[in-house]
């Protein structure tokens, strides 16, 4: 996730920007699978966010926590804590691929798809 | 003076492995620091008893995104000191190239971050840009950027065919001479000096103490690395040598960390070059019970795994121990006594999976003024003016 | 110190302490001991041996918990293992961390996951597990069963 | 003091110079390497609905669903996108010389709903001709007979299958009852009935 930041994927020619807290920011990027402690915290930053929020779980432990199902300290999947909306699958997915989840989203928002 | 405590909070988009760090603040300096961790706890110990062996190398690969190699390298070789068997040549190369690469990008990747925490955003886009070549030379040999799912109890899952290595090879010298511009620009500037020399001294006999490892260590005079004292995989038929400073302060390891990215280029081309022919795995059947210890010098130090097995196909229990868990400790011998704006980078100068201290929120008791971790960072990076500007660089 | 040394020198000073003595490898050697004396060894190996302490890996096993602590010397590129064996149902040892500083948290998390408690640890609180974790339930141990009644183990699509 | 400004000096020209070093994703479309992991995908014809790669998959991504009903009886395998870590092991375990199951060069799988995310394939499955009991594919026991060439003549599971692949033999023409007598010996079996069939001597 973090490459796409850098030189070779710049997504901010995309107008896509890392916003450095939740209150001015619009998408929430879900990566990791959510044990029970984060997982408090991760519903307290979704309250926190401006409401026409959208949620992209990126990477297979955010979107069925993938190799750690039967672990004890992750009971629940992700989309039964928030909403989620798009899901990019990898394991770490290639940046190409989260971009071009973020044009699919996009597109669908707008309607297009 | 009321102390105030700073909480830094679990949480921001850039972290890896998220930790909360308060800090108790007597005006500018740290009086104490206290971590809680375990934001990231999956359970891997017990999750690697339900998987059989060959499965549980991809459970322990996930441990860390970065260092997502050595966890198996380690297990691999504590599993095949149960049966106490050799693994043939082909493989002990083939790991070994993999275990280097991933050693780069992740120190690649460090010094991106601690270049964004000091201010020098160039550094971290210019290190992330050259990140980008090992990561494609690692796609081409292992098929991913980053889990690469090389590796299997007895040996190596795929083999690395001939015609990809030139390509490869291409990628990985392609990086040496902007890496000793970087080498160059680090180590001679001015600003890097005074800002990193001295602060966050952990002496030898601390690291000692606290049983440090890796970078950490070695930056303070502790000359020790399971790649020389117990070589294994193919690092005793390569030339390198270890890198080992004196004074321990944040600037020696930044230093040999740099140096140590040279030291894994060079094992990584004679690896590459002279690829010993032979098949690549051992194909295990059956693990006889006992227990198995093996351990491999990830890039933040030394990954220890212990396997004990009692005949069945799955590991009756699998102790996992990460260099950070050794070294994260050592904060707090190095951030008491030193200035708010000086914290972040003393807590990054272990690497803890690279900027778990980007999460710090300053809280006032007195005045109810908040820093978050942006402030902190911005502070640092004013700090870092500040010394420019007494050097009449601006 | 060569390695013959070091083994002779191991049987010769505990030898009342110790109850088997495993040589496994040129670079493997178990020691097991008996609880009350590990804090003796410990210091010993790690103060005058120099040793660093690399991890204590705490096991469940069927009859009795077994705790392991692996110290490795670097210089004749051994690992020394003391192994003791405690009873299943109240574990308890007295703990390291005032020995050396690097046995702090390994302590607070075999405590928190095995249940074995260390007798004169400094801060004994929880290291990994939640707030909300029930205080008798050790996830590591065998008869470990599902607490939380709304964890979804299967796809939960 | 002016040596380090003089090196940035040319390194800064030369960069401006240089192309820009972004790719131009959207627009050229990101070919990756040919060794990338990206995506399983069965392939119809070569999988024999032999299950190994669902028992070797760390994370249990590959499920199977058995239909039994006489009319169409067929085995669904389920590749769940949303579990899978491309780790290709399922790939390593295919033992229809790994063609079965390939890892393709796929990588752009974004979707916006986890429940359709899966792919399936049917297999036709052989169904034991007295109690009806899923065996295993056709293609699985054709497999076998194959493998093991003449030592397949021991179980007339498998060289019948195998006689009635290549249309030497048509549907068994003894009717499907149970008689525990010498006809229940040449009809396709599952194991149940294969060992009810052999040790009962009394011919009801």
């Known amino acids: 996730m973090l490459d796409c930041l850098t030189p070779r994927f710049d997504i901010e020619r995309f107008g896509m920007l890392l916003a450095p807290s939740i209150k001015h920011a619009d998408v929430l990027l879900v990566t990791g699978s959510c044990n029970r402690k984060s997982a408090i915290r991760l519903k307290r930053l979704y309250e926190q966010a401006p409401k026409p929020c959208v949620v992209v779980a990126i990477g297979e432990c955010s979107l069925s926590r993938g190799m750690f199902i039967h672990s004890y300290n992750c009971p629940i999947p992700l989309d039964k804590i928030i909403p989620v909306d798009a899901y990019i699958p990898g394991c770490p997915p290639k940046p190409e691929a989260i971009i071009s989840g973020a044009v699919k989203l996009i597109q669908k928002l707008k309607g297009t798809l | ?179 000793n511009k970087l080498k160059k620009a680090i180590i001679d500037d001015p600003v890097l000096h005074a800002r990193l020399k001295g602060i966050g001294i952990l002496t030898k006999e601390e690291a000692l103490d606290y049983c440090a490892l890796g970078p950490t260590s070695r930056a303070s005079g502790v000359a020790k690395d399971v790649r020389k004292d117990a070589p294994y995989g193919a690092y005793d038929q390569v030339q390198w040598d270890m890198i080992v400073t004196e004074n321990g302060d944040v600037f020696d390891k ?19 070059e002279n690829l010993p022919p032979g098949e690549i795995d051992l194909n295990i059947k059956n693990i006889p019970p006992g227990e198995g210890i093996g351990a491999h010098e990830a890039p933040r130090g030394e990954t220890f795994h212990y396997v004990r097995s009692d005949g069945t196909n799955r590991p009756a229990r699998h102790k996992v121990r990460a260099p950070t868990f050794m070294n994260l400790p050592t904060f707090k011998a190095t951030v008491i006594g030193e200035t708010i704006s000086d914290a972040t980078i003393i807590l990054a100068s272990i690497d803890p999976c690279y900027c778990c201290t980007e999460r710090m929120s300053v809280m006032n008791c007195r005045g109810k003024k908040i820093y978050s971790g942006e402030d902190l960072v911005r502070l640092s990076q004013d700090k870092t003016k500040l010394i420019q500007k007494k050097m009449g660089l601006k | 110190m060569t390695r013959e040394e070091i083994v002779k020198d191991l049987k010769g000073r505990f030898k009342a302490d110790i109850i088997d003595f495993f040589d496994k490898s040129p670079k493997r050697v178990y020691m097991e001991i008996k609880p009350e004396s590990l804090v003796r060894c410990a210091s010993y190996i790690f103060k005058d041996l120099r040793a660093r302490f690399n991890i204590a890996s705490g096991v469940d096993t069927p009859t009795h918990i077994e705790i392991l602590y692996h110290f490795s010397l670097e210089y004749i590129n051994l690992l020394v293992t003391l192994r003791i064996k405690l009873e299943r149902d109240n574990p308890a040892v007295d703990s390291l961390a005032p020995v050396f500083k690097g046995a702090n948290w390994i302590e607070r998390e075999i405590h928190e996951i095995l249940g074995v408690d260390f007798k004169g640890h400094p801060d004994m609180r929880r290291l990994l597990l939640p707030d909300e974790w029930p205080a008798g339930v050790y996830p590591l141990r065998r008869d470990y069963t599902e607490w939380d009644k709304n964890a979804i183990r299967d796809r939960g699509v | ?203 009801r």
């Open chain 2, 254 to 272: 930044v230093v040999v960390r740099v140096l140590e990215m040279f030291e894994s280029v060079k094992i990584m081309k004679q690896c590459l």
């Open chain 4, 1 to 203: 003091m002016k040596l380090p400004k003089i090196r940035e000096l040319t390194e800064a020209i030369k960069a401006l110079l240089s192309k820009p070093y972004t790719s131009k994703f959207p627009k050229k479309p990101h070919i990756p390497h040919p060794n990338f992991r990206g995506q399983p995908v069965y392939n119809e014809d070569k999988c024999v609905g032999c299950l190994a790669c669902e028992q070797v998959c760390p994370v249990e991504a590959i499920d199977h669903r058995d239909d039994a009903d006489p009319s169409n009886p067929k085995r669904i395998m389920i590749h769940y996108t949303d579990t899978c870590i491309f780790c290709g092991s399922c790939e390593a375990a295919c033992i229809a010389d790994k063609e079965g199951i390939k890892l393709s060069n796929e990588w752009d799988l974004a979707f916006f709903d986890r429940k359709t995310a899966q792919e399936t394939i049917e297999k036709e499955l052989q169904l034991c001709e007295i109690c009806g009991e899923p065996i295993a594919c056709k293609d699985h026991l054709k497999w076998i007979a194959e493998k093991i060439g003449e030592l397949s003549y021991s179980s007339p599971t498998l060289y019948f299958s195998h006689l009635k692949s290549l249309g030497i033999i048509d549907d068994n023409l003894i009717q499907a009852s149970r008689d525990y007598g010498r006809s229940d010996r040449v009809k396709i079996l599952c194991a149940r009935c294969r060992r009810e069939s052999t040790l009962t001597t009394s011919s």
């Open chain 2, 1 to 179: 003076m009321a102390k105030s405590i700073i909480p830094i909070g679990p949480y921001h988009p850039l972290q890896e492995e998220p930790e909360f760090f308060t800090l108790t603040v007597d005006g500018e300096t740290v009086v104490d620091i206290d971590v809680s961790i375990g934001y990231n706890h999956r359970g891997i110990e017990k999750l690697s008893e339900m998987k059989t062996f060959d499965q549980s190398t991809f459970v322990i690969e996930r441990i860390c995104g970065i260092c997502s190699t050595s966890h198996p390298f380690a297990y691999t070789r504590a599993v095949e000191d149960i049966i106490p068997v050799e693994v043939p040549d082909r493989a002990k190369y083939i790991r070994t190239i993999i275990g280097e690469g991933e050693r780069i990008h992740s120190h690649l990747l460090w010094l991106g971050l601690a270049g964004h925490f000091l201010g020098y955003n160039t550094v971290y886009m210019w290190v992330w840009k050259l990140r980008e070549e090992i990561l494609d030379a690692m796609e081409i040999l292992s098929g991913n950027r980053n889990n690469y799912a090389m590796f299997k109890p007895g040996g190596v899952r795929r083999d690395i065919n001939s015609e990809d290595i030139p390509p490869a090879l291409r990628k990985i010298e392609s990086i040496v001479p902007t890496l």
